[in-house]
């Protein structure tokens, strides 16, 4: 039980930049939360019509990949225990499923969790965007059904090259961006980036269930 040399450094030098690294991020996580939720309580101006589709707050979910460093390092860590204990109690990584479903959940409420402080005043936009522009849609085809359809132009008046059809057009493309605006500033590809980012460190052990050999053996089987 005596340790070497190796052991003192790992528990004295080692573990100890390792916590304080770790703990470090969950700092900074919090903070960010924190900030997020300051942000949240302020009158924003979010405009229903803009093209990425959550009121001008998209380049949010740019922030996400800044956390990778933590996911990474936090899935070692957990890839670690789980390594240990495949290897020196006999247990199989199949075993695990629901925990690594479990973690993967944790950490997705940990980092994408702060974002959801914006969900009142994303559906708010949308809820104002279509009835405004629900109005003003019905004044536009009023408007168009009653100039092209029911008399109410000259009849030399040319139908092609007016604008009348593009500006309907344009008006049901806003609508259609309204209508499929997210109540959270993040998308499916981020919550799929993250679900990897922090699932690669556990990949290594899918070799404790399939040889490397028979798993080359089959994937050339695959590819030729």
């Given amino acids: 039980m005596q340790p070497s040399l ?15 690294i770790l703990l470090r991020w969950y700092f900074r996580l919090c903070i960010w939360g924190r900030f997020l939720w300051q942000v949240s309580r ?12 959550a009121g001008g707050l998209g ?33 199989k990584l ?10 993967a959940a944790v950490f997705l409420v940990a980092v994408l969790g702060p974002f959801l402080v914006f969900m009142p005043q994303l559906w708010r ?18 408007e168009f059904d009653h100039k092209w359809l029911r008399g109410g132009t000259a009849a030399d008046e040319p139908l092609m090259g007016s604008g009348d059809i593009q500006s309907l057009a344009d008006l049901a493309n806003s609508f259609e961006v309204i209508r499929t605006m997210r109540p959270v500033p993040f998308t499916k590809e981020t919550v ?8 690669v460190p556990v990949l290594p052990l899918t ?14 089987g695959v590819l030729f």
């Fill in 6 to 20: 190796a052991g003192w450094w790992y528990g004295y030098v080692s573990l100890l930049m390792f916590q304080f």
């Fill in 42 to 53: 302020l009158e924003l101006s979010l405009v229903p019509t803009n093209p990425d589709h």
């Fill in 59 to 91: 380049f949010l979910s740019l922030i996400v990949p800044a956390f990778t460093p933590l996911l990474l390092a936090q899935g070692s860590l957990y890839a670690g225990m789980l390594a240990n204990r495949i290897f020196f109690l006999g247990a």
């Fill in 94 to 103: 199949p075993e695990f499923v629901s925990d690594l479903a479990l973690w």
């Fill in 125 to 142: 936009a949308k809820r104002t965007g279509l009835l405004e522009y629900g109005v003003l849609a019905q004044r536009l085809v009023r």
């Fill in 192 to 199: 799929l980036l993250f679900l990897v980012t922090t699932l």
């Fill in 207 to 220: 070799l404790t269930m399939v040889p490397m050999d028979e798993l080359l053996r089959r994937l050339l």
